[in-house]
């Protein structure tokens, strides 16, 4: 024990002489680990702001969207065929008992003016249902009713976005009329604010009316863009899914050998999709910053080596005054675990710093976590120990008078 | 040109006994660090044996020789060999640092004592290349005191230092000596091997005079004769 404390105030002096040059030694472990940690908490927050935007989209969800058309074998993009229409989301509501809500939605991109304000945005056009199944609130009026759908009323909600650049922050929108490409539309309900999903787009940046409005006065199609529903629990997903996808093939009189001509997408597949692109990502990431840790690993074995031979002379007069040939090596070992772990250390609060400034500045969603913390000084440790191991063996070879003799 | 076979030192045969001062001289060149190096445990003979209290060093393993070296054995070094960029005390205390059994109060306090007894007790902080020759050939001696060795093997240890600092280190050796610890010292000067209590004149790898002296010169004596005021010659 007393032996090892020596050996760590012998190594803890010589790296104190050439502070500069264990700086700079410790500044490729530095690095190293930093980019690990930065990188993972990078990956790892953008999985969680993937995660947590699809879970916005209403736990139950479940949504269907037009399939490809085939051209002669060819696939045409989803969402080009007109396979959906209102009636299928009605069959949904009447037929499918393990879906609890259900709304065909249609949208459009819309010029709007209020006043002497105008502004650009899109119009959706959803049963009240919608409301339910994406987890929308309205924080001011109310939302439009049956009667309002039958009669296809000129009512909408906004969303917060809209409200702000139509009637900034102090007019009450309630009541007001806007001009939706030029028709006229009575707000009565304004939306709760929901901020940006994980695609960075404004979801408080719409403006909501009812389904036979939209579809009636703004497009002239009986088709649909999606419908969404969700059902009544999460654990019954999977069999909501089947039950819908049964019935829709049913309506479209599809043969058995004939491949569906919709999508449906639950929120836990979306959810699959994204987390398993960003678990790529994070693996990408993490692998390009383990590089550099190993550059780093590999610049101490170099500092090492050419510290051995510098210091050949110093070895030869620490082995004539009774050094043994173990502690020469324990010396060396000591010195490059130690530069790797101050390395690790400092690395991770360099690397914690700047996830925060990435948070920050650039805006991006990041979460450190304790994992990466320990794996990447778990691994800066072991670099110290691998890359340190050979060059301290060589300097525990030495015969101590040719070290002396070493010019 | 093919190898030349050299025998640095060839046919030597000698028994050092202990508490014993023994100079060792000859010409440059003549086996005589070859000589200092293998009886202070650096370096093995190609063929031979050596013993040291009774043990056959060229049987014992590396540790066991640098347990040697570490605890009963003394080096100084014809050229000084102490670390740079190290403290003159912590250059003293080296040689305790590979000894666990002792303490690290006790290894500044015997580093101190060892610097003071060279007279370079203001000079404890000091880095090599703040000191001059002599200062840190002194500061290798202190090296070499602060295990309290059996033996110490001193190549030239006057070699550069001025006459009155050399009668110092001589009157040091002497006390040692007087202690009980054994002194092989190696000088070039006939009048520093008259501190010592015997001779043996290498000459071309071989011992060509090895004898008692009969008469021993007292360091502290010789101090205190020495002219305390140096007229200026030249
Ligand atoms: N590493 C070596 N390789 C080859 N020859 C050597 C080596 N070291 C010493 N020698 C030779 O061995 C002989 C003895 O050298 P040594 O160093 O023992 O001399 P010395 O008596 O100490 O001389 P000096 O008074 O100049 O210090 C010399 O001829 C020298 O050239
Ligand atoms: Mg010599």
Not at chain 2, 19 to 28: I, L, N, P, R
């Amino acid at each position: 024990m007393m032996r090892m404390l020596n050996l760590i105030k012998i190594a803890y002096r010589s790296l104190n002489r050439n502070k500069f040059r264990s700086f700079l030694t410790m500044l490729g472990i530095i690095i190293g680990v930093a980019s690990v940690i930065a990188m993972l908490a990078i990956g790892q927050g953008s999985k969680k702001n993937i995660q947590d935007s699809v879970e916005s989209l209403g736990s139950n969800t479940i949504i269907l969207i037009p399939g490809a058309i085939s051209q002669g074998g060819v696939h045409l993009e989803a969402g080009s065929s007109n396979s959906l229409k209102r009636q299928d989301a009605d069959a949904i509501m009447a037929r499918c008992q393990l879906v609890q809500y259900v709304s065909p939605v249609v949208y459009k991109g819309a010029q709007v003016v209020a006043g002497s304000q105008n502004w650009r945005t899109v119009v959706y056009g959803v049963l009240n249902d919608y409301f339910n199944i994406r987890n929308l609130a309205i924080i001011d009026g109310i939302s439009f009713s049956t009667m309002d759908e039958r009669a296809a009323a000129k009512v909408c909600v906004i969303g917060q976005t809209v409200r702000t650049k139509l009637f900034g922050v102090y007019e009450n929108p309630l009541g007001q009329v806007i001009r939706i490409n030029t028709i006229p539309f009575k707000i009565i309900g304004v939306l709760d604010k929901k901020g940006q999903n994980s695609f960075g787009q404004d979801q408080d940046d719409v403006i909501i009316a009812p389904f036979s409005t939209v579809q009636k006065r703004m497009l002239s199609t009986t088709n649909v863009n999606n419908i969404m529903a969700s059902a009544i629990s999460q654990e019954l997903i999977v069999d909501a899914t089947d039950e819908i996808t049964r019935l829709i093939r049913e309506r479209h009189k599809l043969a058995p050998f004939e491949e569906d001509d919709f999508i449906v997408r639950s929120q836990q597949d979306i959810a699959n999709i994204f987390g398993a692109v960003s678990k790529v990502l994070t693996i990408l990431l993490a692998s390009i910053a383990s590089i550099s840790l190993l550059v780093g690993g590999i610049g101490i074995m170099n500092i090492m080596l050419v510290s051995v031979t510098e210091r050949t002379r110093e070895i030869g007069i620490r082995l004539a005054v009774g050094a043994k040939s173990r502690d020469i090596l324990f010396q060396f070992m000591i010195e490059s675990v130690f530069m790797s772990f101050m390395g690790g250390l400092l690395g991770i609060s360099v690397g914690i710093l700047v996830s925060v400034l990435v948070a920050k500045v650039g805006g991006w969603p990041v979460d450190v976590t304790l994992f990466s913390v320990v794996l990447s000084f778990g691994f800066s440790s072991f670099v110290g120990l691998f890359f340190g191991w050979y060059p301290a063996r060589k300097a525990s070879k030495l015969n101590p008078i040719e070290a002396l003799r070493y010019e | 040109m093919g190898d030349v076979e050299l025998r640095a030192l060839d046919g030597v045969t000698i028994d050092i006994s202990k508490g014993d001062f023994v100079a060792v001289m000859g010409a440059s060149g003549s086996g005589k660090s070859t000589f200092m190096n293998i009886i202070g445990c650096l370096d093995k003979p190609t063929s031979g044996e050596y013993f040291i209290e009774n043990e056959n060093a060229l049987h014992l393993t590396e540790n066991a020789l640098a347990e040697l070296r570490n605890k009963k054995i003394g080096f100084i070094f014809q050229s000084f060999n102490i670390l740079t960029r190290t403290t003159a005390i912590e250059n003293v205390e080296l040689p305790l640092l590979y000894d666990h059994r002792v303490s690290s109060k006790e290894r500044r306090q015997r580093a101190f004592e060892a610097l003071k007894s060279v007279g370079l007790e203001h000079k404890v902080n000091s880095l090599p290349n703040q000191l001059s020759g002599g200062q840190q050939q002194r500061v290798a001696i202190a090296r070499a005191l602060v295990n309290n060795p059996l033996i110490i093997m001193a190549d030239e240890p006057t070699g550069n230092l001025d006459s009155k600092t050399s009668i110092e280190i001589m009157q040091l050796f002497q006390e040692l000596n007087k202690k009980g610890i054994t002194i092989v010292m190696v000088t070039h000067e006939t009048d520093i091997a008259g501190f010592a209590l015997s001779t043996i004149v290498f000459k071309d790898g071989k011992i060509i005079l090895n004898e008692k002296l009969d008469h021993q010169k007292d360091a502290e004596a010789e101090l205190r004769n020495y002219p305390t005021t140096t007229k200026t010659i030249g």
